[in-house]
């Protein structure tokens, strides 16, 4: 890999993603705000966004950043919705690292042209997006990359942001199932597997599990996780 490319192999990312300190999963979600989870993390960390980076840079972000965006079909989200540009503004001229275009269909070929000089490449999660864990919905793209990285064996992963909540503002594709996701990250973040952190900062979230318990106490642990 150059320093004007992408990794390639799940060997790659891995050993791209485990030279930072903390990769931290930025949420495009009301109240995230990009100040706070840069004091957050102050040394060498690696910045990851998704699809309509503009819902929460609001001005260029000067720090190391990935930007991960849906594969619609044959064409990345930011292509088929011409908002190159607007992405493009929302990082300073050395902080954008590159674009990665999720594909969770199979037998598709993407046309992958119109990222100009931004590195880019396409990430093939089909297997990770099946539709078993999912019957008649998709993933969220936050959601999917936190699974990926942690299959790549990554201790280092941070999620910022992930409520659940949809914006006000924003469309927001609705064949996703937070509620799910919610419980899975959380799932997670108990486990040790991934750190969780509100948009103010702080931990996110009580532990459902022992919430399960104390709701259900006549139901064993074993069938609640």
């Known amino acids: 890999m150059t320093s004007r490319s992408l990794p390639q192999t799940d060997n790659d990312w891995h050993a791209f993603l485990a030279g930072f300190e903390n990769v931290v999963l930025v949420a495009n979600a009301p109240g995230v705000d990009p100040d706070v989870v840069s004091t957050l993390f102050p040394g060498k960390t690696l910045f990851c966004f998704f699809n309509r980076t503009f819902k929460v840079l609001t001005k260029p972000f000067e720090r190391d950043s990935l930007v991960f965006c849906a594969l ?18 929302c990082f300073g001229s050395e902080a954008l690292k590159g674009i990665a275009a999720v594909s969770i269909y199979p037998d598709i070929r993407a046309n992958m042209d119109g990222f100009g000089n931004v590195p880019n490449t396409l990430l093939d999660l089909v297997d990770l997006a099946g539709v078993a864990d999912y019957p008649g919905e998709t993933p969220t793209t936050g959601f999917l990359i936190t ?9 280092n992963v941070h999620v910022y942001g992930f409520n659940g909540q949809r914006s ?58």
């Not at 619609?72 to 503004?89: C, N, T």
């Open 147 to 155: 699974r990926w990285m942690l299959g790549l064996g990554l201790e």
């Open 72 to 89: 619609h079909r044959d064409r990345p989200s930011i292509l088929k919705r011409k908002e190159m540009p607007q992405v493009e503004a």
């Open 168 to 225: 006000d503002r924003w469309r927001v594709y609705a064949g996703h199932n937070w509620t799910l996701e919610q419980i899975g990250l959380r799932t997670l973040a108990n486990r040790g597997d991934i750190k969780m952190h509100a948009a103010d900062g702080s931990e996110a979230g009580p532990n459902i599990h022992a919430a399960l318990e104390h709701m259900f106490p006549d139901i064993p642990p074993s069938e609640l996780h």
